[in-house]
């Protein structure tokens, strides 16, 4: 199903805000005094200048890191927060590498070497200065597993998206189970969560993570906020002709209306969130203060970054904490 191909003229985006209401929603007291030195740091760089840069900025990039991180340590913390989702958004998507797979695949290089040593030289590719920058940020203070899961994160992220590269030029499209598992990668989560540990100032041993009810409780939290990406982020995906998206695996296998296949993700994702609920109540505690601070994390994850996707200009759903189902025109 080619995505011009699409007839409906709107649809109801899915509210899903009851769904997490048993997690806390909160924003960090850091919150402005950390986004005027993070901009001032985003502008360091000189990514964008003038209309372009206003543009980027007002997606508010770091009130998304403000909400997921609410219970960041201290101002700097928040800070480096604040850096990666400049950073992330800017080259993972408005950097003309979504249809370039060599030239991901060069910049996924670069990078991995960058943090593979943080203090070696500065790559000359502005991407992987960033990254190594703020990487170092991180060391200073974040556990030698929080960083090490953060490359993993990293390297698994760029796997994931070179794979989606491939099937968007070669206009393939995966099956569900296909893309939930290519999506686990190319939506980040792994490094929102290696930054959150950081965040948080967490000293959690690697044992903690190897239990195999806790790493399926993760990987349950990380469906949970990537599927809400793509619920949320479909329409302007579309417009622009990107079909890597779970809504559209999902219109295609299951040969359905839009409405449908978007009824049918939202399912899915209140689904996952069963199974994280119940994955923590089996969980271990390891007699451990920062494992339970952990899961608080992962569900400060999940409710901010669900609630700042229903109001951002970035997946263009700009309806604050709506509480109904949203009615959207088809962009075209």
Same mark, same amino acid.
């Given at each position: 199903?080619?995505?011009?191909?699409?007839?409906?003229?709107?649809?109801?985006?899915?509210?899903?805000?009851?769904?997490?209401?048993?997690?806390?929603?909160?924003?960090?007291?850091?919150?402005?005094?950390?986004?005027?030195?993070?901009?001032?740091?985003?502008?360091?760089?000189?990514?964008?200048?003038?209309?372009?840069?206003?543009?980027?900025?007002?997606?508010?990039?770091?009130?998304?890191? *403000?909400?997921?991180?609410?219970?960041?340590?201290?101002?700097a913390h928040l800070e480096t927060c604040m850096a990666l989702m400049l950073w992330y958004d800017d080259?993972?998507?408005?950097? =003309?590498?979504?249809?370039?797979?060599? =030239?991901?695949?060069?910049?996924?290089n670069i990078s991995i070497q960058a943090l593979r040593d943080p203090d070696g030289p500065a790559p000359t590719l502005r991407f992987a200065r960033m990254l190594q920058d703020f990487f170092r940020k991180m060391r200073a203070t974040g556990s030698a597993g929080c960083c090490r899961r953060l490359v993993q994160g990293f390297e698994d992220f760029a796997r994931g998206s070179l794979r989606q590269t491939a099937l968007r030029i070669e206009g393939k499209t995966a099956s569900i189970e296909e893309f939930v598992r290519i999506r686990r990668d190319s939506v980040a989560v792994k490094l929102m969560f290696a930054f959150m540990e950081y965040a948080m100032d967490l000293q959690i041993p690697d044992e903690v993570?190897?239990?195999?009810?806790?790493?399926? *409780?993760?990987?349950? *939290? =990380?469906?949970?906020? =990537?599927?809400?990406?793509?619920?949320?982020?479909?329409?302007?995906?579309?417009?622009?002709?990107?079909?890597?998206?779970?809504?559209?695996?999902?219109?295609?296998?299951?040969n359905c209306t839009l409405q449908e296949a978007m009824d049918f993700v939202a399912g899915m994702m209140q689904d996952r969130i069963k199974d994280y609920l119940a994955l923590r109540e089996a969980r271990p505690s390891f007699h451990l203060l920062d494992v339970r601070k952990y899961f608080k994390g992962l569900e400060y994850c999940i409710s901010g970054s669900l609630h700042w996707y229903y109001h951002s200009k970035r997946a263009h759903c700009p309806f604050l904490q709506c509480a109904r189902p949203l009615i959207l025109f088809i962009r075209i």
């Open positions: 199903m080619p995505l011009q191909d699409l007839r409906t003229g709107l649809f109801r985006l899915p509210a899903l805000q009851h769904a997490v209401s048993s997690f806390e929603l909160k924003i960090s007291p850091y919150y402005h005094e950390a986004e005027r030195q993070a901009h001032a740091w985003f502008d360091s760089y000189e990514v964008y200048t003038g209309l372009k840069r206003e543009n980027y900025l007002s997606h508010r990039y770091p009130d998304f890191a *403000a909400r997921v991180y609410p219970e960041a340590h201290t101002q080259l993972s998507d408005e950097s =003309g590498l979504k249809h370039n797979v060599e =030239g991901l695949e060069l910049a996924a993570f190897n239990d195999e009810s806790i790493a399926s *409780a993760v990987e349950a *939290a =990380g469906d949970v906020v =990537g599927w809400n990406n793509d619920i949320c982020s479909f329409n302007n995906e579309q417009s622009h002709e990107d079909n890597q998206n779970i809504v559209y695996c999902t219109l295609v296998e299951k």
